[in-house]
């Protein structure tokens, strides 16, 4: 690794403790992943932080400055006790001092949200399937309400490619099979628009770790992209919930270096589910240092799912390009990229769509997650950006409590847009 003079005092100035706390991460998660069960709540360390240099690949891009603070290893456990545990005497860590952190969380299991998916979107009002509806049960279509249709969709942000295209099989199908009866009609819509949404994507997110014909295992890794505010964080959040309610286990990269409350933020959010986030201390640090730190933390402590946070807020596309290059490349030093998960808002609309446009150029986005569906009755979003990016959206956020993602179903999503 080179390291000139400028960066080499930061690094002694950042004080490293990588080496150290990663085998603390490493001690907490396979605890965990063999089931131990300390049903008694005791109390676990705070580690002490000791500036260790932090190895790295040899090449400019090699990361440094990094903490690993042990958030996992933290709290009263009165829910799930195996989640969080103090490392051994034997770790070499000296005596521990206590601490009293908050419990562990239970996140709810991802079964029961799809249905909270059809509910919310009914709830928003849903101006889409009702305004379709009711133009579609009139005794005669005439020329201006097929004008009507396509307005109402072209408003709901279906986009005009996909707009058009439903109106032509509408129409087509209303002559030819000289539809009139409201309940056919909705059934002939319901497949219309399901065929726009295409239940034939593949919407699974790829989140299992990888083993190799020795049995090395090599975790998922999540790369989260987006503009700031989208959301990006908070999805990280509770798509952390649903992976552990899954039973997997996770750790966080807060490479959102550009604000500090961002990384405690997910911090708060790892911490809540008993998991560990890889982060700098230092606001501004390089981070693909971090999304490296965070890679590696996860083969080491051999978890299944490493989920990196990424801050979105560069001014152009060179830079985006830039950063977003790197910290692949960096990542990818470590372990294969998993997924890109895009995370757009919802209720932009037409920005949406644009920013949607350069990270797929730039990022390799493979999933799309919408946040804010609870604050828009504009769902034809969903087609509009699929068929920008041709990829899949896989989850979508449905509110801003903590289970409040859901993986997206076509179905349930047509039949809340038709509710
Ligand atoms: N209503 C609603 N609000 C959401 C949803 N997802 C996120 N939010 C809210 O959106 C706001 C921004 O969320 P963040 O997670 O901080 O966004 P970010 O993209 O990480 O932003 P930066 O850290 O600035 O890059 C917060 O107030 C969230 O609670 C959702 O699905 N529905």
């Given at each position: 690794?080179r ?13 490293v403790?990588i080496?150290?706390?990663a ?5 907490f ?5 063999s ?5 008694t709540s005791?109390?676990?360390?705070t ?39 103090a490392?051994?005497a ?10 009293v ?23 928003s009002?849903?101006?889409?399937g ?7 049960s ?10 009507e ?5 072209l ?8 707009s058009?295209e439903l ?11 000289g ?15 399901l065929?726009?949404?295409?239940p034939?994507l593949?919407?699974s997110?790829?989140?299992?770790p990888?083993?190799?014909a020795d ?10 992209v987006?503009?700031?505010?989208t ?13 552990v ?7 966080l990269?807060?490479?959102d270096?550009?604000r ?5 933020q ?7 589910v008993?998991?560990p986030?890889?982060?700098s201390?230092?606001e ?14 996860g ?15 560069l ?19 470590e ?12 209720t ?11 990270f797929?150029?730039?990022a ?6 919408l946040t804010?569906l609870?604050g ?6 969903v ?12 989850l979508?956020?449905l ?7 859901a ?10 847009l038709l509710?």
């Open positions: 690794m390291v000139n003079s400028d960066a080499l005092t930061t690094l002694l100035a950042a004080g403790p080496a150290l706390v085998a603390v991460v490493t001690l998660v396979s605890r965990r992943r089931g131990d069960d300390t049903s005791a109390p676990a360390p580690i002490e932080r000791v500036p260790t240099p932090a190895a790295a690949p040899d090449d400019d891009e090699s990361p440094r400055g990094v903490d690993v603070p042990p958030t996992a290893g933290v709290g009263t456990l009165d829910t799930l006790p195996e989640q969080a545990e490392p051994p034997e770790s070499g860590l000296g005596t521990p001092e206590l601490d952190l908050p419990s562990i969380e239970v996140p709810t299991p991802a079964a029961g949200r799809l249905a909270r998916l059809r509910d919310r979107l009914a709830r009002g849903s101006p889409l009702t305004r379709l509806l009711a133009v579609l009139r005794d005669h279509l005439a020329e201006d309400d097929w004008d249709l396509e307005e109402t969709l408003l709901a942000d279906v986009g005009a490619g996909p058009g109106i032509d099989a509408l129409r087509t199908r209303v002559r030819v099979e539809l009139k009866d409201p309940a056919q009609v909705k059934t002939l819509l319901r497949a219309q628009l065929e726009l949404v295409d034939t593949d919407r997110l790829h989140v299992a990888t083993v190799a049995g090395t295992r090599t975790p998922a890794v999540l790369l989260v987006g503009v700031n505010g959301g990006k964080t908070t999805t990280i959040g509770k798509l952390t919930r649903l992976l309610a899954e039973g997997r286990s996770v750790v990269g807060a490479a270096t550009f500090a409350a961002a990384a405690d997910l911090e708060t959010w790892g911490s809540r008993g998991v986030t890889v982060r201390e230092r501004g640090a390089d981070p693909a240092s971090v999304a490296f730190e965070a890679v590696r933390t083969k080491q402590a051999d978890v299944d799912v490493v989920v990196v946070d990424t801050a979105g807020r001014q152009n596309k060179a830079g985006l390009m830039d950063e977003l290059g790197k910290i692949t490349r960096v990542i990818g030093k372990a294969p990229l998993s997924e890109v998960l895009l995370v757009l808002d919802a932009t609309g037409q920005n949406g769509l644009n920013q949607a446009r350069v797929g150029e730039v390799g986005v493979t999933g799309i997650v804010k609870d828009t009755a504009k769902g034809g979003i087609v509009a950006v699929q068929r920008e990016l041709g990829v899949p959206v896989k979508v956020g509110g801003e409590g903590p289970d409040d993602l993986p997206f179903d076509p179905e349930a999503f047509v039949d809340g509710q």
